[in-house]
């Protein structure tokens, strides 16, 4: 008996040894690191979740995760929902979250903070939201109807958060992209058409009105001039007056062949100067060719972003970069990533992890 026992006992433990082990349990963890600076996070895609390697590697490198789609207005929005009721209520607005839900689930399970991305934007948001009866084909509602749908879309996405959730979305982009890219301060959307240029505002009002107490509130964009970052700064001031942002999210999408060290420096300057929280939403450097001085060049990239982060830590939230590989990006073919599509680290996730070693 004794001897079945002992048997059983070193074949479990030879299977454990035996056992792969996690991908990147072997890794210096990126969360670990910069604990008490500030979290670290990847934006995720609904397909990810059923895949274990790459669910480990986000448990051991990431304490905050962001969906990449299917946060946003185009999954939420439950169009036929909507227009059903708006029969009786031009301004009613139904929410589902069955495409964020393996993302949700995996964060509640694992103790992972959300980010959710993004409640108003130009773009990735049905038609229908602004017209008559949810029917595109039918002229715009009014700015009053518009502003009912959105106080109801608000409302309808963070009950149910909180009472399905709660505690696990943190913060929110409550706007994404709102700047024009050119001169002008807004983009023209459907945004500005229905509602008027203080869409942007009444956003911000409706989310504070709304988010569970604590809710960090950003605006989230791009910066590809310093035009566009002032004009930016000059929308984030006059939400700051009214009391209703906590944060500006900076969404980094750069290249080895695109913005200096001086430069991006800078551009964190400035922002920090708004004495508000940052975020560095999007975080990705891309490539034409994965040379290994472009490599190189990335690697020294993802290190000087993590040494601003740090010396901006006392207004840093987080630093999440938008894809866990290479072969999960939207810049197909850009190797913009920490890992490649295998789930390997590149230079630029050792230059993440230890900055002060890259030269
Ligand atoms: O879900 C449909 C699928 O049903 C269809 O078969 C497939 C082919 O048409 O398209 C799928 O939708 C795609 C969606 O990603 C989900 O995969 C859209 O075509 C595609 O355009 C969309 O791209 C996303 C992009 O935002 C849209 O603007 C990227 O994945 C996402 O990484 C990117 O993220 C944005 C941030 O939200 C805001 N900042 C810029 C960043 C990069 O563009």
Same mark, same amino acid.
């Given at each position: 008996?004794?001897?079945?026992?002992?048997?059983?006992?070193?074949?479990?433990?030879?299977?454990?040894?035996?056992?792969?082990?996690?991908?990147?349990?072997?890794?210096?963890?990126?969360?670990?690191?910069?604990?008490?600076?500030?979290?670290?996070?990847?934006?995720?895609?609904? $397909? @990810?979740?059923?895949?274990?390697?790459?669910?480990?590697?986000? %448990?051991?490198?990431?304490?905050?995760?962001?969906?990449?789609?299917?946060?946003?207005?185009?999954?939420?929005?439950?169009? $036929?929902?909507?227009?059903?009721?708006?029969?009786?209520?031009?301004?009613?607005?139904?929410?589902?979250?069955?495409?964020?839900?393996?993302?949700?689930?995996?964060?509640?399970?694992?103790?992972i903070k959300v980010h959710g991305h993004t409640l108003v934007w130009h773009s990735q948001t049905p038609?229908?939201?602004?017209?008559?009866?949810?029917?595109?084909? %039918?002229?715009?509602?009014?700015?009053?109807?518009?502003?009912?749908?959105?106080?109801?879309?608000? =409302?309808?996405?963070?009950?149910?958060?909180?009472?399905?959730?709660?505690?696990?979305?943190?913060?929110?982009?409550?706007?994404?992209?709102?700047?024009?890219?050119?001169?002008?301060?807004?983009?023209?959307?459907?945004?500005?058409?229905?509602?008027?240029?203080?869409?942007?505002?009444?956003?911000?009002?409706?989310? %504070?009105?709304?988010?569970? &107490?604590?809710?960090?509130?950003?605006?989230?964009?791009?910066?590809?001039?310093?035009?566009?970052?002032?004009?930016?700064?000059?929308?984030? &001031?006059? !939400?700051? &007056?009214?009391?209703?942002?906590?944060?500006?999210?900076?969404?980094?999408?750069?290249?080895?062949?695109?913005?200096?060290?001086?430069? !991006? /420096?800078?551009? !964190?300057?400035?922002?920090?100067?708004?004495?508000?929280?940052?975020?560095?939403?999007?975080?990705?450097?891309?490539?034409?060719?994965?040379?290994?001085?472009?490599? =190189? =060049?990335? @690697?020294?990239?993802?290190?000087?972003?993590?040494?601003?982060?740090? %010396?901006?830590?006392?207004?840093?939230?987080?630093?999440?970069?938008?894809?866990?590989?290479?072969?999960?990006?939207?810049? /197909?073919?850009?190797?913009?990533?920490?890992?490649?599509? =295998?789930?390997?680290?590149?230079?630029?996730?050792?230059?993440?992890?230890?900055?002060?070693?890259?030269?």
């Open positions: 008996m004794m001897r079945t026992i002992l048997s059983l006992a070193l074949c479990v433990i030879f299977l454990l040894l035996c056992a792969p082990a996690a991908v990147g349990e072997d890794l210096p963890s990126l969360k670990d690191i910069y604990a008490g600076s500030f979290d670290v996070g990847v934006a995720l895609p609904r $397909g @990810a979740f059923s895949d274990k390697a790459k669910m480990d590697l986000v %448990r051991q490198q990431f304490n905050i995760i962001t969906p990449e789609n299917e946060m946003k207005p185009d999954s939420v929005l439950d169009v $036929g929902t909507s227009r059903a009721l708006s029969r009786t209520d031009e301004t009613a607005a139904a929410v589902r979250f069955d495409a964020a839900k393996p993302l949700l689930d995996f964060a509640k399970a694992n103790g038609e229908e939201f602004f017209h008559e009866g949810y029917d595109k084909s %039918r002229p715009f509602v009014t700015r009053e109807v518009m502003l009912g749908r959105l106080e109801n879309y608000i =409302k309808g996405v963070m009950g149910y958060l909180d009472r399905e959730y709660p505690g696990v979305v943190v913060s929110w982009d409550v706007v994404n992209e709102a700047v024009d890219d050119g001169g002008l301060l807004l983009r023209i959307s459907n945004w500005t058409k229905v509602v008027g240029d203080d869409f942007v505002h009444r956003a911000f009002e409706l989310a %504070r009105k709304y988010a569970p &107490e604590g809710t960090l509130l950003y605006y989230n964009d791009y910066l590809p001039s310093t035009s566009k970052l002032e004009r930016a700064c000059t929308l984030v &001031e006059s !939400l700051k &007056e009214e009391g209703c942002i906590d944060g500006f999210g900076n969404q980094m999408h750069e290249s080895v062949t695109g913005k200096s060290t001086w430069s !991006l /420096t800078a551009e !964190l300057n400035r922002i920090a100067n708004l004495g508000l929280k940052i975020r560095i939403s999007e975080l990705d450097i891309g490539m034409k060719t994965p040379t290994e001085e472009n490599l =190189k =060049k990335q @690697a020294v990239l993802y290190a000087h972003v993590m040494q601003q982060a740090l %010396r901006h830590a006392d207004q840093m939230e987080a630093v999440q970069v938008w894809g866990l590989t290479d072969s999960m990006t939207w810049r /197909t073919g850009e190797s913009p990533l920490l890992f490649d599509g =295998k789930l390997q680290p590149k230079p630029a996730f050792f230059a993440a992890a230890d900055p002060e070693s890259v030269q």
